[in-house]
Nanobody
Framework: VQLVESGGGLVQAGGSLRLSCAASGFNFENYALGWFRQAPGKEREGVTCMSSNDGIIFYKESMRGRFTISRDNSKRTVFLQMNNLKPEDSAVYYC???????????????WGNGTLVTVSP
């Protein structure tokens, strides 16, 4: 099983980034896919999640309207479009998978290794 994130980098406040997470080794379409993040000195927190079957999406309130999760089952990839980024969004962003519904951070089946997002003032 692999989840490989990409798309992180350095961006100025107000800018945008699109993260990708490519999956292999499990039935991607049957799993909920989520994004989490961990800033330096802080605990990992949930950002957003999309369930497997009905497409129900959850967002942390502070990201609602700025971040958008999507998935392409044919490409086994989940995306996180991040707009209007703020310095406080700087963190390592992780994707995770859980069968079959979204769940808290401590209840995921698989994790990627993360991609670093840095937002400068």
């Amino acid at each position: 099983v692999q989840l490989v994130e990409s798309g992180g980098g350095l961006v100025q406040a107000g800018g945008s980034l699109r993260l990708s997470c490519a999956a292999s080794g499990f039935n991607f379409e049957n799993y909920a896919l989520g994004w989490f993040r961990q800033a330096p000195g802080k605990e990992r927190e949930g950002v957003t999640c999309m369930s497997s079957n009905d497409g129900i999406i959850f967002y942390k309130e502070s990201m609602r309207g700025r971040f958008t999760i999507s998935r392409d089952n044919s490409k086994r990839t989940v995306f996180l479009q991040m707009n209007n980024l703020k310095p406080e969004d700087s963190a390592v962003y992780y994707c995770a998978a859980r069968f079959p519904l979204c769940a808290p951070e401590d209840d995921q089946d698989y994790w990627g290794n993360g991609t670093l997002v840095t937002v400068s003032p």
